[in-house]
């Protein structure tokens, strides 16, 4: 019976660390700007929202998705994050567009169609035949 009890808490206190530990990785992953996560090839999507649909699916999965988050992806998107700012073009457009980009040129104007091509001449009636003097 005290074998029993020894497994039953360390599967409690594991799953109490995976839930506590997905919940750090989705607080965490907050504080980062969403263009971090795309230069690193990643989305605040997954690292926001999926922990806690794994708590509830699979509870450990979300403690081992914070796991991955905090020896891998974390470090990736906080040097991303302190590298700079967001890529050109990113987000609501307070310049100009890129060259190639915005409204077509406009028209020159309508022309009206082309003349259609005359047509071939008329051959003139054939000879009327020649009458013959009464008798």
Avoid: N
């Avoid at 987000?91 to 022309?111: D, E, N, S």
Wanted: charged share 10%; aromatic share 12%; net charge neutral.
């Amino acid at each position: 019976m005290v074998v029993f009890s020894g497994v039953f808490l360390i599967f409690i206190v594991a799953g109490l660390g995976s839930l506590v530990l997905s919940i750090m990785t989705v607080v965490d992953a907050s504080k980062y700007p969403d263009w971090a996560f795309q230069q690193t090839g990643s989305s605040k999507f997954v690292w926001q929202v999926i922990p806690i649909i794994l708590i509830f699916v699979c509870g450990y999965a979300g403690g081992v998705m914070g796991l991955i988050w905090y020896t891998s992806k974390r470090d990736e998107v906080a040097r991303v994050a302190r590298a700079g700012g967001p890529p050109p073009y990113y987000g609501t457009p307070p310049y100009p567009p890129p060259p190639g980009y915005g409204q077509p040129p406009p028209a020159q104007g309508w022309a009206p169609p082309a003349a259609p091509p005359a047509a071939p001449p008329v051959a003139p009636p054939p000879p009327a035949p020649p009458t013959d003097p009464p008798q």
